[in-house]
């Protein structure tokens, strides 16, 4: 009868886990700056199927900034969850901006805290140095040069501008592509969120100053090269198609190759006529700035967006010097030591910091540094290969797989226990 009475107390014990097991988890979506509630359902419709999660997606305005966009999400998730809004179960994600929205909403309401964890997705956690080129006139002065490199070839062939290289792409189009990517332009449009996200902003040293015990996880990806075509790709595309662009560029380039020989070719020909032959040359050089600005214009465009910088690097080794012998006199002055005895030849344990330039892999707009969260256990962070800052969120059409859901996968799939572990619909 005691034993029975002991099985009774730890069935009726445990019944409020089963019961939260078998509950679906609301997961909260957060989409980035210039998005909608469109962008996550690829996977939130994949999971909700799947595993037992109540998910909520929703538009919010971005465009005032990150304080006034947390302040619509906690606004939304009080007014869809009620009660349930500051379940300790709650997980939030948030892509690109919006990982920093649910950091600060968890800054915010710390000790009323909505989210029990946290997956930031291809996040500007230490900010976007894409903001800041904008910010200091970097991002237009790259096109505008970009403009006038790509013109001067069909300039001077005297072809009409702007110039049709193939289908709908031209010279104006191709030099204004990068400036034209939606979160370009949405930060250009919204000088709130362009200040809010720029490196060293107050908002961003804000959020990255307050320390929580929040469970967190953190998602980047490294697109293949060129990583700034198939990034304008995704968005030329809506994200079904990352290679459609590269093509068109390689065959643009391929163009203004051709020109340049052609040019030289007339070139030598005329050599008999100097006159003939300098205007074949100098057409030749035109188209020649052209296809060197394509060839480039990777580094280009990772110049605005920082995938270099400078670190400082500490390290220590043992030097063989020459360590100098002091006098000391009565009136408590020092000298060193005349020769031959000025200094004794001697092993010392130095340590040293230098600052050396790293180069990061990047997602097309935001590097690595800024995309993986510091001071999380590493087993919290996960890459997702061959994917741009947008291709992240649908990689259904991806020549590798859905990789991004492999990684969800790996997530709701973690040990007993574990905050983030969700378990499978019967």
């Given at each position: 009868?005691?034993?029975?009475?002991?099985?009774?107390?730890?069935?009726?014990?445990s019944f409020?886990?089963?019961?939260l097991?078998?509950?679906?988890r609301?997961?909260?979506?957060?989409?980035?700056?210039?998005?909608?509630?469109?962008?996550?359902?690829?996977?939130?419709?994949?999971?909700?199927?799947?595993?037992?999660?109540?998910?909520?997606?929703?538009s919010?305005?971005t465009g005032?900034?990150?304080?006034?966009?947390s302040?619509r999400?906690?606004?939304?998730?009080?007014?869809v969850l009620?009660?349930?809004?500051t379940?300790s179960?709650?997980?939030?994600?948030?892509?690109?901006?919006?990982?920093?929205?649910?950091?600060?909403?968890?800054?915010?309401?710390s000790?009323?805290?909505?989210f029990?964890?946290?997956i930031t997705?291809?996040?500007?956690?230490?900010?976007?140095?894409i903001?800041?080129s904008?910010?200091?006139?970097s991002?237009?002065?790259?096109?505008?040069?970009a403009?006038?490199?790509?013109?001067?070839?069909?300039?001077?062939?005297a072809?009409?501008?702007?110039?049709?290289?193939l289908?709908?792409?031209?010279?104006?189009?191709?030099?204004?592509?990068?400036?034209d990517?939606?979160?370009?332009?949405?930060l250009?449009?919204?000088?709130?969120?362009?200040?809010?996200?720029?490196v060293?902003?107050?908002?961003?040293?804000?959020i990255?100053?307050?320390?929580?015990?929040?469970?967190?996880?953190?998602?980047?990806?490294?697109?293949?090269?060129?990583?700034h075509?198939?990034?304008a790709?995704?968005?030329?595309?809506?994200?079904?198609?990352d290679?459609?662009?590269v093509?068109?560029?390689?065959?643009?380039?391929?163009?203004?190759?051709?020109?340049?020989?052609?040019?030289?070719?007339?070139?030598i020909?005329?050599?008999?006529?100097?006159?003939?032959?300098?205007?074949?040359?100098n057409?030749?050089?035109?188209?020649?700035?052209?296809?060197?600005?394509i060839?480039?214009?990777?580094?280009?465009?990772n110049?605005?967006?920082?995938?270099?910088?400078?670190?400082?690097?500490?390290?220590?080794?043992?030097?063989?010097?020459?360590?100098?012998?002091?006098?000391?006199?009565?009136?408590?002055t020092?000298?060193?030591?005349p020769?031959p005895?000025?200094?004794?030849?001697q092993?010392?344990?130095?340590t040293?910091?230098s600052t050396?330039?790293?180069?990061?892999?990047?997602?097309?707009?935001?590097?690595?540094?800024?995309?993986?969260?510091?001071?999380i256990?590493?087993?919290?962070?996960?890459?997702?290969?061959?994917?741009?800052?947008?291709?992240?969120?649908?990689?259904?059409?991806?020549?590798?797989g859905?990789?991004?859901?492999?990684r969800?996968?790996?997530i709701?799939?973690?040990?007993?226990?574990?905050?983030?572990?969700?378990?499978?619909?019967?």
């Amino acid at each position: 009868m005691k034993k029975t009475y002991i099985y009774l107390v730890l069935i009726l014990l445990s019944f409020p886990l089963f019961n939260l097991n078998a509950q679906d988890r609301n997961v909260v979506w957060v989409h980035g700056l210039g998005e909608d509630e469109g962008l996550w359902e690829h996977y939130e419709t994949i999971f909700t199927q799947e595993r037992q999660m109540d998910a909520h997606r929703k538009s919010y305005y971005t465009g005032h900034g990150i304080e006034n966009a947390s302040a619509r999400v906690i606004s939304s998730v009080n007014y869809v969850l009620g009660s349930d809004a500051t379940n300790s179960q709650n997980i939030a994600i948030g892509h690109s901006m919006g990982g920093l929205i649910i950091r600060d909403i968890d800054r915010e309401e710390s000790g009323n805290e909505m989210f029990g964890g946290i997956i930031t997705v291809n996040s500007p956690n230490y900010g976007a140095a894409i903001a800041n080129s904008i910010e200091n006139g970097s991002v237009e002065s790259v096109s505008l040069d970009a403009c006038n490199k790509l013109s001067a070839g069909p300039l001077n062939q005297a072809l009409p501008l702007p110039w049709v290289i193939l289908g709908n792409l031209t010279n104006d189009v191709l030099c204004n592509l990068l400036i034209d990517l939606d979160p370009v332009q949405d930060l250009i449009g919204y000088s709130e969120a362009l200040e809010d996200l720029s490196v060293s902003s107050t908002k961003i040293n804000e959020i990255n100053n307050y320390s929580t015990s929040t469970p967190r996880i953190s998602i980047w990806s490294a697109e293949d090269s060129p990583s700034h075509w198939h990034l304008a790709s995704s968005f030329y595309s809506d994200c079904e198609n990352d290679t459609e662009l590269v093509d068109d560029i390689n065959t643009a380039r391929n163009a203004y190759k051709a020109y340049y020989d052609y040019n030289i070719g007339k070139a030598i020909a005329n050599s008999w006529n100097p006159f003939l032959s300098a205007l074949y040359f100098n057409r030749a050089a035109q188209w020649k700035k052209g296809y060197d600005w394509i060839d480039d214009s990777e580094s280009i465009w990772n110049s605005l967006i920082k995938t270099t910088r400078l670190e400082y690097y500490t390290y220590s080794y043992w030097d063989y010097r020459c360590i100098y012998v002091w006098n000391e006199f009565d009136d408590g002055t020092k000298q060193i030591a005349p020769p031959p005895d000025e200094c004794e030849w001697q092993w010392v344990y130095v340590t040293t910091t230098s600052t050396v330039s790293v180069s990061y892999p990047s997602d097309g707009l935001l590097p690595e540094y800024t995309q993986k969260l510091e001071g999380i256990p590493g087993g919290n962070i996960y890459k997702v290969t061959g994917a741009n800052h947008m291709e992240v969120t649908n990689m259904s059409n991806s020549s590798q797989g859905d990789i991004t859901r492999t990684r969800f996968d790996q997530i709701w799939d973690r040990q007993l226990g574990d905050f983030f572990r969700t378990n499978k619909r019967d």
